[in-house]
C-alpha cells in the first residue's frame, strides 16, 4: 500500500520500505552484480566453444520447448532474425541443434537439441541452477518468493505472458 510518501508498506503491518533513489541504486547495482555471477560459469564453459551468451539463450530455450520455431524463438528472445540466424547456424553446423521443415506449415523450421546440445545445455544449466540454489537456500522461502514477484513485476506485460506460457500458467 502506498501511501504516497513515496513508501510502502510490506507484508501489510507496520514494517515500511522506504523507495529512496538511493536504495533504488543500491538495487539496481545488485542486480548487475548478480546477473555478472549468475553468468560468470556459463560464460566459462560457452569460452571453451567460442559462444556467447546468446548460444546459451537458445540453447536453453529450445531444450524448454523441443520443437519450437524460429519465430517464436525470435518473439522469445527479441533479437533481429539476422542475429538468432548467425547463433543458430553455428549450432546446427557444430551439431547441438537440428532444424526440421515444419509438418503444417513447409516455410517453419523446428528446433530440437542433438544429444550433444543436451548435454551442453544441461552443463551449463547445472552451473547456474548450483548458484540458485546455493542462493536460495541461504535467503529463505520468503525472500526467494519475493524474488520471484520483483523479477516478474519488472517484466513487460508480453514478457511475463511468455514466462507465464513457458511455466504452464494460465494466461
Known amino acids: ?62 531444450h524448454r520447448s523441443p520443437g519450437t520455431t524460429v519465430n517464436n524463438l525470435l518473439a522469445i528472445l ?21 532444424s526440421h521443415v515444419g509438418k503444417s506449415d513447409k516455410r517453419e523450421r523446428n528446433l530440437v537439441l542433438t544429444e550433444a546440445g543436451e548435454a551442453l545445455e544441461q552443463k551449463l544449466s547445472d552451473a547456474q541452477r548450483r548458484r540458485m540454489r546455493a542462493a536460495y537456500r541461504k535467503a529463505g522461502p520468503e525472500a526467494v518468493a519475493g524474488f520471484r514477484r520483483v523479477l516478474e513485476e519488472m517484466m513487460d506485460p508480453e514478457m511475463r505472458r511468455q514466462f507465464s506460457s513457458l511455466r504452464g500458467d494460465a494466461p
Not at 548478480?34 to 569460452?47: C, H, K, N, S, V
Not at 533481429?80 to 547456424?89: A, C, E, G, I
Open 1 to 62: 500500500m502506498n501511501d504516497g510518501s513515496g513508501s510502502s508498506s510490506v507484508g501489510g503491518g507496520g514494517n515500511l520500505l522506504y523507495l529512496t533513489d538511493e536504495q533504488l541504486r543500491k538495487g539496481i547495482e545488485a542486480m548487475f552484480f548478480a546477473y555478472r555471477g549468475f553468468t560468470a560459469d556459463p560464460d566459462r564453459i560457452l569460452e571453451e566453444f567460442g559462444y556467447g551468451r546468446a548460444h546459451h539463450r537458445a540453447l536453453h530455450f529450445i
Open 78 to 98: 527479441g533479437v533481429t532474425k539476422q542475429s538468432l540466424n548467425r547463433v543458430l547456424r553455428t549450432l546446427i553446423e557444430d551439431g547441438l541443434v537440428e
